[in-house]
């Protein structure tokens, strides 16, 4: 063989040139037996040697092959070429358009490049499997030629990075699995209203390198995607928002909380030794105290408008309604309460006897689910509660300032006794039972000076003691009586008549 390469390929060559002939014919044939290996680049499709073909099925897998065989046939549905060593899918992997294919595996190739323009002749695949292979990132509309695609997978690879545009046009995509890869941030943008894959019910993130959560958007999220959302095996930091997060959707049963709870593990925060990785459900009592999570009723006032959510965990369901006393809602029973389109019960407006338990029933071809929701209606308006707290609020101040000037009154009020210690004692005598105040006016008038100069005095009620110590309640005082004297029977008693004050009296007397 090397004699009739070298004839071919050196013929005319000296002696001076054998050598370099012999060396050039040695690579010329190396070159062509790689071509006749089995499975090489560019090779055929060979149902009989390198790949099982069965109907419109087509596997080629553990072939050790290096590149997609040519040549494959339009009708093939189903195309396995896992386990191999395809490192790089190009965009001319296929010369055809497959418009038939809708499964490609590609699974454990060492796979590590795609082109943009890989999927241009394979646009109607439902299922893809990149899964263990060495993809580091994913471009920017990468993925943008599968309207079609339903589930993808890209599991066990060393992806780091993705665009926040990889995902675009893949409307159809049902399950995204990326776990066991590099990923640090999560990818709210493939959940979140305005960008959603408004099909996607599966998103799994699970074991990568994750820290954190956006947990205020997560707990937004409508439950049937929240049942299919996987991110346990991170290493997040613990804390009582994540702790209330997980812990509402195990009460709801969500699968992603259920199957995998033992999996959601965080790491405690400072002043925790470093590196300390507790279960999350464990924060409630163990370490970090969180509060335990218990789902709360609804509140609502008088005659607003109330909606309340039938918030399944499975997509397109049908929702019939119970109101409290097992009435259903239906058009023209009730005129307060209505199913909306998508399946949330409108109140309005609102009424105290709208309280109490309401029934969810949900239904689809393939599952069933019962919500409760218990409602509690207060008995008033939500402005009038406003005003009551304002009305409560201006009673009590009234109240603090009524006693506050109660106080002043009877503390601050100038006395005009004890502030004028000299006035009104006779000869010292400083007794406090004939303490005498004066009124002094204002102005020089003799006239009205002299009249307005009285005193008052209270009289002591010693003076009135009678016989044996008591009291004269009549207030009787004993006189000199000239016409008694003359008859010589002394002293004579004035009459209550003439009694000028009485003991008991709240008039003073003037002198």
């Not at 358009?97 to 082109?115: A, E, I, P, R, V």
């Not at 990923?183 to 998103?203: C, G, N, T």
């Not at 599952?367 to 008995?379: I, R």
């Not at 005082?477 to 009459?495: F, T, V």
Request: a negative charge; aromatic letters at 8%.
């Amino acid at each position: 063989m090397l004699q009739t390469l070298h004839q071919t390929a050196g013929v005319g060559c000296g002696m001076s040139e054998t050598l370099a002939c012999l060396r050039w014919s040695v690579l010329l044939g190396l070159s062509v037996a790689l071509l006749w290996i089995p499975g090489a680049a560019g090779s055929a499709l060979n149902c009989h040697k390198t790949c099982i073909c069965a109907s419109n099925i087509v596997s080629c897998s553990k072939m050790n092959l290096t590149a997609v065989p040519t040549e494959l046939p339009p009708y093939t549905v189903v195309l396995d070429l896992s386990y191999n060593e395809i490192t790089r899918l190009r965009a001319e992997w296929t010369h055809d358009k497959l418009d038939k294919l809708h499964n490609l595996l590609l699974s454990h190739n060492g796979l590590h490049f795609l082109s943009l323009e890989a999927f241009l002749n394979a646009k109607q695949l439902r299922y893809l499997d990149l899964s263990s292979n060495k993809l580091r990132l994913l471009d920017e509309y990468i993925f943008e030629p599968l309207a079609h695609l339903e589930v993808l997978l890209l599991y066990n690879n060393h992806i780091s990075q993705i665009d926040r545009l990889a995902f675009t046009g893949v409307n159809s995509l049902q399950k995204l699995y990326l776990s066991q890869n590099l990923v640090s941030r999560f990818p709210l943008e493939l959940v979140a209203d305005k960008s959603r894959l408004e099909k996607l019910i599966l998103l799994d993130v699970s074991s990568n390198r994750i820290k954190a959560l956006p947990v205020a958007e997560l707990q937004a999220l409508p439950a049937w995607i929240k049942n299919g959302l996987y991110f346990h095996n991170n290493p997040l930091v613990c804390g009582c928002d994540l702790y209330s997060l997980l812990a509402h959707w195990y009460i709801r049963k969500l699968n992603s909380a259920r199957d995998f709870r033992d999996d959601y593990q965080c790491y405690l925060p400072a002043p925790a030794p470093a590196k300390t990785l507790v279960g999350v459900f464990e924060l409630s009592s163990d370490y970090m105290n969180c509060s335990t999570f218990k789902q709360t009723d609804e509140e609502a006032f008088l005659e607003q408008t109330l909606t309340l959510s039938c918030d399944t965990k499975h997509k397109d369901m049908s929702k019939t309604w119970l109101m409290p006393g097992n009435v259903v809602v239906s058009a023209g029973i009730n005129q307060t309460a209505r199913v909306l389109p998508d399946g949330r019960l409108q109140i309005s407006p609102v009424r105290s006897e709208d309280s109490g338990n309401y029934t969810c029933f949900a239904v689809s071809e393939a599952h069933n689910e019962t919500l409760y929701v218990v409602l509690k209606v207060h008995n008033f308006t939500m402005n009038a509660g406003g005003d009551s707290l304002n009305t409560a609020y201006t009673t009590l101040v009234g109240c603090l300032a009524s006693a506050v000037l109660v106080l002043i009154y009877l503390y601050l009020t100038p006395c005009r006794c004890f502030c004028c210690p000299d006035r009104g004692k006779k000869g010292g005598d400083d007794s406090i039972h004939s303490s005498m105040i004066s009124v002094t006016p204002t102005h020089d008038d003799p006239a009205l000076k002299a009249e307005l100069d009285r005193h008052v005095a209270f009289i002591d009620s010693k003076e009135l003691r009678g016989q044996n110590g008591k009291l004269n309640p009549n207030g009787d005082e004993e006189e000199p009586d000239e016409e008694a004297g003359m008859l010589g029977k002394g002293r004579r008693r004035r009459s209550v008549a003439e009694s000028i004050s009485s003991v008991f009296s709240d008039t003073p007397m003037v002198v």
